[in-house]
């Protein structure tokens, strides 16, 4: 069964940092790959996803995928109060049909 | 504008309890899924739907039945309630593979 693992647990950054978030994943043949964000007591909301090895930049939000290293990250440039959440990554089967998640990584970002 | 609604919000139940989660989507989504999240165990797929009257099973299914009867309605039912089916559980859908599943804003359920 496809694990999908996440790192590190939690993260304190100041303002203004870049965030770095790491998610494993085990099975070489998943083919699309996501990240979502959840505010606390909110639902999981879609922030941007991936399908071929290499980078993807939308806004401050960068996503980059190495499937042969069984890696993907999601990268905060200029990291604010507002992005302080739970960070899902998700892995999808090679049918794409569902996705399993990661345990999750806890940002707070403090002014 | 695309939603997911999840009724009850909260519940509280005893333990041999009968309880039945709602979940509908007027999105014309054809997946439909429902998900439980714990802390420390991220969210994990309990069963999910292609359309009406389809189901499949999910990762975590034990105690757990569902059913679609329509393309927008999706219900999970605990016919004997257990304390470690406490959690946060979430409906989501969506259109097609490799999208990203729109989720409703969760369901609180505690079995005491």
């Known amino acids: 069964q496809q694990k999908v693992q996440q790192s590190p647990e939690s993260l304190i950054v100041p303002e203004g940092a870049m965030t770095s978030l790491n998610c494993t994943f085990s099975?070489?043949?998943?083919?699309?790959f996501a990240w979502y964000r959840q505010h606390s007591g909110k639902a999981p909301k879609a922030l941007m996803s991936?399908?071929?090895?290499g980078e993807k930049e939308e806004g401050r939000f960068t996503i980059h995928l190495n499937k042969a290293s069984l890696h993907f990250s999601l990268h905060i440039r200029d990291s604010q109060p507002s992005d302080s959440a739970l960070y899902l990554c998700?892995?999808?089967?090679?049918?794409?049909?569902?996705?399993?998640f990661g345990t999750g990584t806890k940002l707070q970002v403090v002014p | 504008e695309a939603a997911v609604t999840q009724s009850p919000r909260n519940k509280v139940t005893v333990t041999g309890g009968n309880v039945t989660l709602s979940c509908r989507q007027t999105?014309?989504?054809?997946?439909m899924y429902w998900y439980r999240q714990d802390t420390g165990h991220g969210l994990r797929l309990i069963h999910y739907?292609?359309?009406?009257?389809?189901?499949q099973i999910g990762d975590v299914p034990d105690g757990y039945k569902a059913t679609r009867t329509t393309q927008e309605d999706f219900f999970l039912l605990l016919e004997l309630a257990s304390p470690s089916q406490t959690s946060l559980y979430f409906c989501?859908?969506?259109?097609?593979?490799?999208?990203?599943?729109?989720f409703g804003e969760g369901t609180r359920l505690s079995v005491l």
């Open positions: 099975d070489s043949a998943s083919q699309y």
């Open positions: 999105n014309s989504h054809n997946y």
């Open positions: 989501a859908s969506k259109d097609r593979d490799n999208q990203a599943p729109l």
């Open positions: 739907s292609y359309g009406a009257g389809n189901l």
């Open positions: 998700a892995v999808s089967m090679d049918s794409g049909t569902y996705q399993r």
């Open positions: 991936i399908f071929s090895n």
